[in-house]
């Protein structure tokens, strides 16, 4: 049995830890006496085991004790089922939503009995530095020891010998934020067999065999059922979805272990086998796509996950049949390939939900569904909740993070914010040079004008001015060519950089595996951070203007390609493809 880890947030939504472990502060007015649960197939769906708040990082944490496997499980938060945005999710036999998990012996501990102590415990961001897992003696190693299944990722950790915190000599160490030295382990995913097969069945079964040297294993020939592989049906290619099936390497298996399957459809008649008969072989573990009879490698199954942070007018779409056959190629390439593997997709725009919305069901063939949508120049932020399947928009719900607003309100007031930009319209000479977009009654941390060029200048540094001497922080944001500007005028906690590193870290994406695309100049806060990006073909003359500014390091490249097939030049350019 192997220790793995649950995490359970009070922040919405519910998520796993970073990767250092720090985590943001509960909302005003989150219920302090929330309780969250989590049960599984490792339990029969019976006995769900409560998770303890963490005082440090009021995460709601537990380690099971669970068997190698695949696994799945779902949470109970104040006693209603509930699923986690940053976390796999798959469809079971009955059309049930759940999280799955490898279960396998990821993260080895070891201390010397040489460095001293009686007593050992470890622990870390993986436990919210609140659960202490003790160290079994092995007389032959003289080491105490223990094994844990943890998700892929980066995480710190310490040993307690006899009461005292300590790292290890034999692992890496590093500073945290907080300036304390503790060990890091870089997990990987686990070894398996990960089959993904392109199908319209419903809920075919994978029918399969663990061999070694040779021979079937001590379990002969057993059956799993194919899970939805966590996307909706391709938008691209809606003939047919994406199952998947995980199987485990059996622990300790020798180099020579096979995995030989075929798959069986809804009816006896309908089976799915090499042509000419025999079984489906997988020689070693990995990432494997089955379509229409033939087999190929996926190794971006076991590669680390990458996400897309992308504006969308201009950047992932635009008008016209050449522009939705970019946005339909990166479709195809993103739910066929990227989110099997894992990715995340994320959409940064200046358009509200309401907007964003028309344009999904507006390209209903050829925009792909992202996982997370940052709206109103980085000021709101909305999590996807699926509540059914099919691609169609009507099964999807949009909930929006409250824990981000919270955040953007600390040195903000809309209404001195909207006086503040009263004035600058005055002062630009009234509505025949500059007018209001949006007030705040829309989006309470952000104003919007628009102005004449020549006004442009002014008007920011008279924003910025004034906003200071009210002791409010706010970022402007200029956009837009021609004649007549956008400017917006947003909380300064917020904007596009700062959300797009607020998702990113919810899902615990390394920074290097993070590409963000744009094309115009609001998309400046967004490129300028420490993550790869790429200006695509068709940008505009203020974003190219800045690009030759900046440092020529690569992690900036512009693209020759337009629009959507920029971005995926992008992807290729930065080796994330």
Known sequence: MLPAAFWQSTTCPQR????????????????????????????????????????????????????????????????????????????????????????????????????GGSEVFVTGDFAGWSELIPLAFDVAAQRYQVSCSLPPGVYAFQYLVDGKWLTSPDAPVAHDEEGHLCNQIDVKVPPAYRIFYATTWHNPTLQYQIQRDGQAGDQGWQQTTMASAGSLPSRASPTGGWRTAVIPVPQGAPAST???FHIDGPSQAEVDRPYGGGEYTCCVPGGFKL????????????????????????T?????????????????????????AGGVLVYNTGRSLGQFQELLQTKADCLAVPNALITAVGTKIFWLRRHGTGPDVNTLDWVEDLAWQHRLSHN????????????????????????????????????????????VLAAKASLQQKCAARNLKVQVIVSGAGDWRYVDCVSGQGGKLQALEHVRTMFSIPRSHCMSAGDSGNDILMLEGGNPGVIVGN???????????????????????????????????????
């Open 16 to 115: 796993l830890p970073r990767a250092n472990g720090s985590t943001q502060p509960a909302v005003q007015g989150a219920r302090q006496s929330q309780t969250v649960s989590v049960t599984g197939s490792f339990s029969s769906w019976g006995s769900p085991a409560v998770l303890a708040r963490s005082a440090e990082t009021q995460d709601f944490i537990c380690s099971l004790p669970l068997s190698p496997g695949l696994h799945q499980y779902k949470y109970l938060v104040d006693e209603e089922w509930a699923t986690s945005p940053c976390e796999p999710v798959t469809m079971d036999a009955k059309g049930r939503r759940n999280h799955h998990r490898v279960v396998a012996s990821s993260a080895e501990f070891s201390w010397a009995a040489a460095w």
């Open 258 to 260: 096979r995995l030989r």
């Open 291 to 314: 379509q229409r009879g033939r087999m190929l490698p996926f190794p971006q199954a076991q590669a680390a996950p990458i996400m897309v942070v992308s504006d969308l007018d201009g």
């Open 316 to 340: 992932m779409v635009g008008e016209g049949p050449e522009a939705d056959a970019a946005t339909r190629a990166f479709c195809a390439y993103w739910e066929n390939t990227a989110a099997l």
């Open 412 to 455: 903000w007031d809309l209404a001195v914010v909207r006086e503040v930009g009263a004035q600058v319209i005055a002062e630009c000479g009234g509505d025949g040079h500059a007018h209001w977009l949006d007030d705040g009654s829309e989006h309470p941390h952000r104003i919007a004008l628009s102005m004449q060029a020549s006004c």
């Open 539 to 577: 940008a505009q003359p203020e974003l190219l203007d800045w690009l030759v500014t900046q440092k020529q390091d690569k992690r900036l490249r512009l693209a020759d390609a337009h629009l959507a097939y920029g971005i995926l030049e992008g992807l290729a350019l930065h080796g994330l493809r």
